[in-house]
């Protein structure tokens, strides 16, 4: 192994010994030739690769003119040849140039298997997201409710389905959905605030609907709480937000100054970051102050 490295140099003398190795951490196997202009390209790129990796990848670097009999024991079709090798069995190959870019994302599973994991994960809720936005809900529960079932931990998918039944109106199902997980995960901790939000009301009974309908009327006190409330827990932070803050202008006494709290409780429901909170914190101050 050179200096403060994880390069071999492999042959076929020591090719059984380094693919023992495997068993420890994944070894790739380089295919190589001088007269290949793609193999002199790419092999500085692997080479900062591995050692970036600090020792979650072994390289074992084949020169394929000096040994044919591993680049036929091993099926060479091109060059450059790249072998993926863990726990003593080929896993995956790639064969031709690559990018810095594409090799980052084919080993990426075994160098780093928790960010790859996350990464997939992120794409597929894009997916999920994409599908409800083009009037696929249907589908994309179906889906969300297959890896849930596969994997109950996958909380921020579960916090996609519970964001996805509360949009649709399906609030007991949704709290269902939530129940199901009795940890503090962080992804459903604003569900959890949105549920809360609704235990304040004591089972008021009108819909978000009605609600909107009398507010746009004649508002009172009570529809006005109500709304915000309801409409905040449905993921209509604005318009639950607008309606507390009517409510904190023309009603500020009353029970007690609630719709203070009620504020606060809304922005405790708000993604981290998320600018309508700064921006309902600002009007609220001025109507306070």
């Not at 996350?118 to 890896?147: D, K, P, S, Y």
């Not at 997980?181 to 959890?192: G, I, M, Y």
């Amino acid at each position: 192994m050179q200096p403060n490295s994880y390069i071999i140099e492999a042959t076929e003398q020591n090719i059984q010994q380094v693919l023992e190795q495997s068993r420890q951490i994944p070894v790739l196997v380089e295919f190589w030739s001088s007269r290949s202009q793609a193999s002199l390209d790419m092999a500085p790129v692997l080479a900062r690769l591995v050692n970036e990796y600090q020792g979650k990848l072994l390289l074992a670097r084949v020169n394929a003119d000096e040994q044919q009999m591993l680049a036929s024991q091993f099926g060479l079709q091109a060059l450059p040849s790249l072998k993926l090798v863990v726990q003593g069995q080929l896993a995956n190959e790639l064969d031709g140039p690559q990018t810095e870019a594409s090799l980052r994302q084919w080993l990426a599973p075994v160098v780093d298997p928790e960010a790859a994991e996350a990464q997939q994960e992120e794409g597929f809720i894009e997916q999920v997201r994409m599908a409800i936005e083009a009037g696929h809900g249907e589908q994309a529960e179906a889906a969300l409710r297959q890896t849930l079932q596969q994997s109950p931990d996958k909380h921020a998918i579960r916090a996609v389905l519970v964001e996805y039944l509360l949009g649709q109106g399906q609030l007991d199902e949704a709290q269902s959905v939530l129940a199901e997980v009795t940890e503090d995960a962080e992804p459903l901790r604003p569900f959890r605030a949105r549920f809360a939000l609704l235990d304040k009301l004591e089972g008021a009974g009108q819909s978000l609907k009605e609600l909107e309908s009398r507010i746009s009327e004649s508002p009172t006190p009570e529809d006005l709480y109500a709304h915000g409330l309801q409409a905040a827990a449905a993921g209509q932070f604005r318009e639950g937000l607008e309606s507390l803050l009517v409510l904190l202008r023309d009603h500020r006494d009353y029970k007690e100054g609630v719709a203070r709290s009620a504020l606060l409780e809304v922005f405790e429901c708000l993604p981290k970051g998320e600018p309508l909170a700064s921006e309902y914190r600002r009007k609220m101050f001025n109507y306070l102050y």
